[in-house]
């Protein structure tokens, strides 16, 4: 399978896929040597402006405080080390309020005033299908780190690119014959009623069915519901494991009232790590998790085996080994997404060099560069694991993680492969016009 189809197709610059290539894996070798820092002959000192869409209100605020945070450390690092073709990154931040009109209005303030090379960091999947379109029409790059489905389905448009995080589609394929194999076939999803709890619906069930299991029930319930206790009785007897997968800020009431529902004697749980972002699991009325199981992107808390790079961003971002702040135990982080800024922003920085980005006259370039990506290794710049970019659906695939609740904390019991959520593309971003 080829996921960049023809690699000698020109490109922005005059350069072809071939010479994208080419330079990536130049700059790969060279990144590896020993004390090299790459520092360019800029042709201009201006910053390269990334405008960040933050979720700094509304019911991302969670993920908005550690997406700034670690925007703002990888930011550092590269900066440090040269910046981007010898130029500064600079991040000028707007609020979307977590709203997907607001979030629209933002990339085209980003565009007309604030004059972004990029729009970056959004991560709601309604803000992201609510402000894709604006992207399209205005012609500049959108790089989102947002896990749902939308980007990869090729509904979206070729400025919007996911290339730092896996998607639903990819992670609930690559869980559901784990959770077949050992914990229950019979599975009810209670999941937030709108486009990302929506991707979970859509997929879970195919991947459970195809392990010889069944999704008994379905409930969805309103992202900004702030009591969930009425719901939880249309969950059916028979179901031997419940998958939730919840957000906003009353995912730690839900959770509490689903241990006082089932108290010890219901199903078995498996969660999105979603349900718990930035939550200390240690909260009074969370004890009934222990031994239940979640998805995590990136582990939050230190495991025996972390390897060093993963070290490296951890104390990079300031995580302790509970994944909360160094500064701060109380502020739990939401590790489990966070880390696709990092990846992100280092994929952003490999794709202007190997395009020789100057200036926004390059955005096609640049879009072109990025899609030419394909194999990503785990590293500094990677901390999450190995990846695979197909540039035909602007899309990442990686590996997950599963662990386990015990003792308080979350240990990882399996680590899935990348090909475990591979699927055959449903579009094509490369055939369409810019």
């Known amino acids: 399978m080829n996921p960049i189809g023809n690699q000698s197709q020109v490109v922005g610059n005059g350069i072809t896929r071939r010479d994208v290539l080419k330079g990536i894996g130049a700059g790969a070798a060279l990144l590896a040597a020993p004390g090299f820092v790459r520092y360019s002959q800029a042709q201009t000192s201006e910053p390269i402006r990334i405008g960040f869409q933050c979720h700094r209100t509304g019911i991302g605020a969670p993920y908005g405080r550690w997406y700034d945070r670690t925007t703002a450390a990888a930011v550092k690092l590269i900066n440090e080390a040269g910046g981007i073709n010898g130029r500064p990154i600079e991040i000028v931040i707007e609020d979307d309020g977590t709203d997907a009109a607001r979030g629209s209005e933002v990339v085209e303030k980003f565009v007309r005033q604030h004059k972004v090379d990029l729009v970056y960091g959004t991560l709601f999947s309604h803000v992201v299908v609510g402000s894709a379109p604006t992207a399209g029409e205005l012609k500049v790059p959108y790089y989102v780190v947002s896990e749902g489905y939308h980007v990869a389905s090729g509904k979206?448009?070729?400025?919007?690119?996911?290339?730092?995080?896996?998607?639903?589609?990819?992670?609930?394929?690559?869980?559901?014959?784990?959770?077949?194999?050992?914990?229950g076939k019979k599975?009810?999803?209670?999941?937030?009623?709108?486009?990302f709890g929506h991707d979970h619906r859509d997929y879970f069930a195919p991947?459970?069915?195809?392990?010889?299991?069944?999704?008994v029930a379905m409930v969805p319930i309103p992202p900004t519901?702030?009591?969930?206790?009425?719901?939880?009785?249309?969950?059916?007897?028979?179901?031997?494991?419940?998958?939730?997968?919840?957000?906003?800020?009353?995912?730690?009431?839900?959770?509490?009232?689903?241990?006082?529902?089932?108290?010890?004697?219901?199903?078995?749980?498996?969660?999105?790590?979603?349900?718990?972002?930035?939550?200390?699991?240690?909260?009074?009325?969370?004890?009934?998790?222990?031994?239940?199981?979640?998805?995590?992107?990136?582990?939050?808390?230190?495991?025996?085996?972390?390897?060093?790079?993963?070290?490296?961003?951890?104390?990079a971002i300031g995580l302790d080994d509970n994944g909360a702040s160094v500064n701060d135990a109380r502020d739990i982080s939401t590790a489990a997404h966070m880390f696709g800024c990092w990846e992100t922003l280092h994929i952003i920085k490999r794709s202007m060099e190997a395009c020789n980005y100057q200036g926004p006259q390059d955005r096609q370039a640049l879009i072109e560069a990025t899609e030419a990506m394909t194999e990503m290794e785990a590293g500094q710049e990677h901390p999450q694991g190995k990846k695979v970019f197909d540039g035909r659906i602007h899309q990442v695939f990686g590996e997950q993680n599963i662990s386990q609740?015990?003792?308080?904390?979350?240990?990882?019991?399996?680590?899935?492969?990348?090909?475990?959520?591979?699927?055959?593309?449903?579009?094509?971003?490369?055939?369409?016009?810019?």
């Open 225 to 315: 519901e702030t009591s969930f206790t009425r719901y939880l009785p249309q969950i059916p007897r028979d179901t031997d494991v419940i998958y939730h997968v919840m957000v906003g800020p009353a995912v730690l009431t839900f959770v509490k009232e689903l241990g006082e529902f089932f108290g010890n004697s219901g199903p078995k749980l498996f969660g999105f790590i979603d349900s718990l972002e930035a939550v200390d699991l240690k909260s009074p009325g969370l004890e009934f998790l222990e031994g239940s199981h979640f998805w995590e992107g990136m582990p939050r808390y230190a495991q025996a085996d972390m390897p060093d790079y993963e070290k490296f961003y951890r104390e």
């Open 156 to 183: 979206m448009n070729r400025y919007c690119v996911q290339p730092g995080i896996t998607d639903v589609k990819a992670q609930v394929r690559s869980v559901a014959p784990w959770i077949a194999n050992n914990l």
């Open 405 to 434: 609740v015990k003792e308080g904390r979350l240990e990882v019991v399996h680590r899935t492969s990348i090909e475990d959520g591979r699927y055959e593309p449903e579009g094509d971003y490369t055939k369409m016009s810019f």
């Open 187 to 195: 599975v009810t999803l209670v999941y937030p009623d709108y486009a």
């Open 207 to 215: 991947a459970i069915e195809a392990q010889g299991g069944q999704v």
